[in-house]
């Protein structure tokens, strides 16, 4: 087994692969449509520590498949970019002055060099840098047109404040109650924002969700997160007081459960809503502050945490249960959010958990509304129920609705609100807008300016940029620290901040906000369509040509970040008719975690990270792609293990030694003519081909046909199982297959090119730094990238031949090989005369035999 040198091999097809752009694509109309596929990996953040190994293990799944494709005559757009913005970035020009553009070019070379070290088969020439000002003036394009459409806004809101971030966050920014960036307690904080309407979308991103060939986890988390759900919208009168001083307030709520209205027994307001400050009574004033500016340090997650302790203050106020004018009273609680619904509840606390936890440490009363069984005629629970129960059933205590099942409840309960002008059938949905704004430096202008004279002479302060004076640049800062006001560090620089109105031409003031760091990443696929457009984000028949994504490859951590987010974008810029497709990722793949080798995920303070770098730098990376492909189904995590790294390694070294087994292409086609005669007697040529026999130890040994037969079998089997395993991205099975046949080729002294060049353009696919020297090794000059992908022979991958088991009492025994299809009767004749059965059943009898024809004989004793 020869050492295969990569160290030597690897950069000279990397330089070969680039001085050739060996796989620079253009947008060929000889292509039909179905033979274009655009393959996508999630694009990196170049954070300073570079590529940690589960970044190559996606990007190695695709590049498999891109070179299968090509081969098999599919023209196809790969390439990669970098998602540059973002706060790492800013957080270290904060701490050493450098500014993030240079930090981000530096981090973004290491990146890319990386990246080419692992031989993937980009197009490089298609590269984008979401913070390139050619990149994010179509960014800033994109939110005009957003803008214009009504679905951009600014309204000052409570959001998540990270206090050591110093800026907002989106609720899925806050895994767990902490920011996903540093790890620090999120708060809330009300400033002024953007606001993106996601909203408007919703009932499409849900609908939409079912035709795509997306993991059904994935879609789940899609469907919970827009969390669309039907009920009525109930209008409850405030009972008019001296206190209050307006008999005239109503507070509106959303219930999935009408039926349970006369149930409702408080109401309860969460802290944020308009109404507290009116309702609150003078009394009760000082303690419902107090609790207001409490609640303002929780994060939603901690406030809607289920085992947290209930708080709330009453806030001196009732209202009147419209369906039975009872006077209730209302409390100002945390686990009601402003964000969902109307941010006002009524509570029902026999059939609500949180209200039942809520009423029993209060006091409050408690009516059960809905009972397991149809009540008898005249007949109701009375008294407080043993337990809470959000099971549907029958309803109780309800008046004129008493013995409607719930499913009929809630539509009579409907009509009669309807009816009675006081509710109405609504859908509602637990997506709220998307927060856009960051307090930030390094992330995009917002193209708005904010004018006083435009706003009194026609109602909007609000001004966007003409598309003429894009791309807003940013400015040079001396500080990137964030003010912790609520303003960015750009609001300090007035010589940018002032400016004039693009239309009045008066004086005006930038948006010093900028765009989150998932703004760039929303359209990125486009722009790797047509990168170098100035006139547009991508020209129209180049979206044509290649749009939608046919498979996209990433983390499924991004489930309602990007992929949510870049749909909505999507649906927007279809509306507008700017793309020509719904949906942009049509199939989606989500690679499993690669672990530590304690089956941990990888960091830095368990000490368990593998560097990339020194994987390539001691094994090579045609070792590192293959093991990763190898070490089990994509979709999986897994641990990462050096010995199979070393195991793989040794397949490889295999690999380059059996080749030395092959013969130069002029003399196999030479061997071809010669007479079967010419060729007996002494070997005095180590590279006399396969046609008739081996060279072993200098003797040539004839191989009978039955030999020749077996190994062709087995390549054409071994082709299906590739062919078939690369095509559904079950790399690891793929690999196996390749082993055991080279494994039987290892034991030949010489190997006929036909039964070795399949395996090369294979493995090409995989090791494609290895495939490429063995394939030039083999005499031919083109890119085995080039070659075309080797067929089989359906009839030849089919076993003529089976192994059959036997066993005695369930045991197995002994066992025999028989050919294919043969009757049950000869296979228990055959089982029966086999020595390790022989000695089980001798003199015994057998009570019956159990066969399955080609597998199995069942001796029952």
């Excluded at 270290?92 to 530096?106: D, F, L, M, S, W």
């Excluded at 498979?551 to 279809?574: D, I, M, Q, T």
Aim: hydrophobic share 35%; net charge negative.
């Amino acid at each position: 087994m020869a050492k295969y040198p990569f160290e030597t091999i690897e950069p000279k097809w990397q330089k070969y692969w680039a001085a050739h752009q060996t796989f620079k694509v253009i947008e060929d109309p000889a292509f039909p449509k179905d033979k274009r596929r655009y393959v996508l990996d999630m694009f990196p953040y170049p954070s300073a520590q570079g590529l940690h190994v589960g970044h190559p293990e996606g990007y190695t799944a695709t590049d498999i498949y891109c070179r299968y494709l090509r081969m098999n005559g599919f023209n196809v757009l790969h390439t990669m970019g970098f998602d540059s913005f973002g706060l790492p970035a800013e957080n270290y020009a904060i701490k050493t002055g450098t500014h993030p553009a240079v930090t981000t070019a530096a981090n973004i070379d290491h990146f890319r060099g990386q990246i080419k070290a692992l031989g993937f088969s980009y197009d490089w020439d298609r590269e984008v840098d979401t913070s390139n000002e050619n990149y994010y003036r179509w960014t800033q394009w994109i939110f005009l047109k957003l803008f214009e459409k009504g679905l951009a806004y600014e309204a000052e809101s409570p959001i998540n404040w990270c206090p050591a971030c110093k800026t907002g966050l989106a609720n899925e920014e806050v895994p767990d109650g902490v920011c996903d960036r540093c790890g620090e307690k999120v708060t809330r904080k009300r400033i002024r924002q953007w606001i993106l309407k996601i909203t408007a979308y919703a009932e499409r991103l849900l609908a939409d969700l079912d035709p795509l060939d997306w993991p059904e986890p994935i879609k789940i988390q899609q469907r919970n997160w827009i969390g669309r759900s039907e009920g009525a919208n109930v209008v409850f009168k405030v009972d008019g007081n001296a206190d209050t001083g307006d008999n005239k307030l109503s507070l509106e709520i959303y219930t999935t459960r009408p039926d349970t209205l006369f149930g409702a027994t408080y109401m309860v307001l969460s802290p944020e809503h308009p109404l507290v400050e009116k309702l609150t009574t003078p009394d009760q004033k000082q303690a419902v502050t107090a609790y207001i500016e409490a609640a303002a340090r929780k994060s939603d997650l901690e406030r809607t945490d289920l085992a947290k302790e209930k708080t709330g203050v009453f806030c001196g106020a009732y209202a009147i249960n419209p369906v039975n004018d009872a006077k209730i009273p209302v409390w100002i609680a945390d686990y009601v959010l402003i964000s969902y619904g109307t941010g006002a509840i009524m509570a029902v606390p026999a059939h609500d958990e949180r209200d039942w936890e809520f009423a029993k440490a209060f006091g409050l009363p408690i009516t059960q509304v809905v009972a397991d069984k149809k009540p008898d005629a005249g007949s109701g629970y009375s008294g407080e129920p043993a337990e809470c129960t959000s099971a549907d059933g029958y309803s109780v205590n309800s008046g004129q609705f008493n013995g409607l099942p719930t499913a009929d409840a809630k539509k009579h309960i409907t009509e009669w609100l309807e009816e009675k002008g006081i509710g109405k059938k609504a859908v509602n949905y637990k997506l709220r807008d998307w927060i856009f704004s960051r307090q930030r430096y390094w992330g995009e202008p917002i193209p708005v300016v904010h004018c006083d004279k435009c706003e009194a002479e026609h109602g909007s302060a609000i001004i966007p940029l003409s598309e003429s004076e894009l791309p807003l640049l940013l400015p040079q800062v001396q500080s990137y620290a964030p003010t912790g006001t609520g303003e960015s560090p750009l609001a300090g620089i007035e010589e940018w901040v002032n400016t004039k109105c693009p239309k009045c031409g008066g004086k005006a003031k930038r948006e010093t906000n900028t765009m989150p760091q998932w703004a760039g990443s929303c359209w990125y696929y486009l722009r790797y369509l047509d990168p170098k457009n100035d006139k547009a984000f991508a020209a129209k028949d180049k979206i044509d040509y290649w749009m939608p994504v046919d498979l996209y490859v990433g983390g499924a951590e991004h489930a309602v970040l990007h992929l949510l987010y870049s749909r909505f974008w999507h649906k927007v810029l279809y509306d507008l008719g700017f793309v020509n497709t719904v949906e942009p990722f049509q199939r989606l793949i989500n690679q499993g975690m690669i672990l530590g080798e304690d089956n941990q995920k990888m960091s830095k303070s368990r000490g368990n990270v593998i560097n990339p770098d020194d994987i390539i730098k001691n094994y090579g990376a045609d070792s590192m792609r293959v093991y990763e492909m190898f070490m089990g189904p994509l979709e999986v995590s897994k641990p990462w293990i050096t010995a199979g790294l070393v195991g793989v390694t040794r397949f490889l070294e295999r690999i380059w030694g059996t080749s030395n087994c092959v013969p130069p292409r002029d003399v196999d086609e030479h061997m071809q003519h010669v007479p079967a005669q010419e060729k007996s007697g002494e070997c005095n040529d180590d590279r006399l081909p396969l046609g008739s026999r081996a060279c072993r130890g200098g003797k040539t040994e004839k191989f009978s046909p039955e030999d020749i037969e077996r190994l062709t079998k087995l390549l054409h089997r071994t082709i299906k199982k590739v062919t078939d395993d690369t095509v559904t991205l079950n790399f690891n099975t793929a690999i196996s297959a390749m082993m055991i046949y080279s494994n039987e080729l290892a034991k030949l002294a010489e190997i006929p090119r036909a039964l070795w060049e399949p395996l090369v353009i294979m493995l090409s696919a995989y090791a494609p730094h290895l495939g490429e020297e063995l394939w030039e090794k083999l005499g031919y000059k083109e890119s085995v990238s080039a070659c075309k992908w080797p067929s089989y022979d359906e009839r030849l991958t089919v076993d003529n031949e089976v192994t059959v088991v036997v066993q005695v009492n369930g045991k197995i025994r002994d066992k025999f090989t028989a050919a294919a299809g043969t009757g049950k009767e000869q296979l228990e004749k055959t089982a029966f005369a086999l020595p390790g059965v022989l000695k089980w059943t001798e003199g015994k009898i057998p009570v019956k035999v159990i066969t399955v024809p080609d597998k199995l004989v069942n001796i029952v004793l």
